[in-house]
T-cell receptor, first 113, second 113 residues
């Protein structure tokens, strides 16, 4: 079983829909939770960063962490065709550095006009 | 544009051959990380260099090696290539070691035929 599980999709939604992307994990030591967006033929770029539990909002994006369930989510409101990309979750334990980030395999999102 | 430059963008080579992938980190970044991304495994950490010295090793095969030069650019050498080595190879850079944020380049797509 992988440390981080993520549904590969693709997830297809119409423009304007609310999108929910999720990851589950097994390592209770994870404290840093990140979401990366990766457009086709590009490198991943950091979208959201959360430490420990709770919610974080940035514009149309909301990241949620539920450590008791070992479950994290990324919500995208009013989705746009430009949001079409692969979304990777990543997480690590406290004080371990970037090289210790464990990535999910990514969920491909398609937003149709 | 993340500021991390990778060359070449695409590489097609035959089994048994050797290739070198190059990465120039963002200006001021001392740490370079190499990753392999395949469809089934996701992003896998290979190796990290900090200011010219190897800092951490991940799932890097013995056929693979890397180095970081005094001007801080890094090269990943892949030898005795096999079909299974076909993947996207990314480098990322960060200001220091021990941080949780780094910036990815656009990757090199390696195809072994």
């Amino acid at each position: 079983q992988k440390e981080v599980e993520q549904d590969p999709g693709p997830l297809s939604v119409p423009e304007g829909a609310i999108v929910s992307l999720n990851c589950t994990y097994s390592n209770s030591a994870f404290q840093y939770f990140m979401w990366y967006r990766q457009y086709s033929r590009k490198g991943p770029e950091l979208l959201m960063y959360t430490y420990s539990s709770g919610n974080k909002e940035d514009g149309r994006f909301t990241a949620q962490v539920d450590k008791s369930s070992k479950y994290i989510s990324l919500f995208i409101r009013d989705s746009q065709p430009s949001d079409s990309a692969t979304y990777l979750c990543a997480m690590s334990a406290s004080g371990t550095g970037f090289q210790k980030l464990v990535f999910g395999t990514g969920t491909r999102l398609l937003v149709s006009p | 544009d993340s500021g991390v430059t990778q060359t070449p963008k695409h590489l097609i080579t035959a089994t048994g051959q050797r290739v070198t992938l190059r990465c120039s980190p963002r200006s001021g970044d001392l740490s370079v990380y190499w990753y392999q991304q395949s469809l089934d495994q996701g992003l896998q950490f290979l190796i990290q260099y900090y200011n010219g010295e190897e800092r951490a090793k991940g799932n890097i095969l013995e056929r693979f090696s890397a180095q970081q030069f005094p001007d801080l650019h890094s090269e990943l050498n892949l030898s005795s290539l096999e079909l299974g080595d076909s993947a996207l190879y990314f480098c990322a850079s960060s200001v220091a070691t021990g941080v949780t944020e780094a910036f990815f380049g656009q990757g090199t797509r390696l195809t072994v035929v």
